[in-house]
């Protein structure tokens, strides 16, 4: 073969990966933190406080998303709790003049999926499953890649925390597939 056969063959080589990864690029965003427009920390309210992720993320159990707080949330406490705050200031004239605080998603799938939080809340499964020591985070950052083979890994019982097993099969009947792994419990 010529050298410049070669040449091509790996330039369309080349070119063809690289358009593979344009078409289906990764779906992981993992380790993804934008700055919030109002410094937020869980390590604060969930770690030290411990106030419950239900508290402000509203009825994960009774719905397929799980709410970003709104305003008047936080100011069920940021009424009379750290006001001098320069951010919590900022907070407050948000809620003053009725304005929502525009955070940014960190946590997000493409959009022909979905991810349902009752289904997984109501199985006793711990936020911190997907979302990581979220109680320790002063900046929120997504800490699992949530591709596809991830969560198929734990419907599949691969990578299923054990006290998720015990919680879907207590009696451990059921060594394969933990959760459904049909297209459609997942995709549109």
């Not at 990578?159 to 419990?185: M, W």
């Amino acid at each position: 073969m010529s050298k410049g056969l070669v040449g091509l063959v790996t330039l369309v080589g080349i070119l063809a990966v690289f358009g593979v990864i344009y078409v289906f690029p990764t779906a992981s965003n993992q380790g993804y933190a934008p700055e919030q427009p109002i410094p937020f920390s869980h390590k604060i309210h969930a770690g030290q406080n411990k106030i419950d992720c239900k508290y402000c993320h509203v009825a994960p159990e009774k719905s397929i998303h799980s709410t970003v707080p709104s305003v008047n949330v936080c100011m069920n406490c940021h009424k009379v709790v750290k006001t001098d705050s320069p951010h919590i200031q900022k907070l407050t004239a948000a809620y003053n003049a009725g304005k929502p605080i525009e955070w940014l998603r960190v946590h997000e799938l493409p959009d022909h999926a979905h991810f349902n939080h009752k289904r997984h809340v109501t199985k006793g499964i711990q936020c911190q499953t997907c979302h990581g020591p979220i109680q320790e985070m002063d900046r929120v950052y997504q800490y699992s890649p949530l591709t596809m083979g991830w969560c198929l890994e734990c419907h599949r019982g691969q990578t299923t925390p054990n006290y998720v097993r015990k919680l879907v099969d207590p009696e451990g009947k059921h060594p394969d597939d933990i959760a459904p792994i049909n297209c459609s419990t997942c995709h549109y």
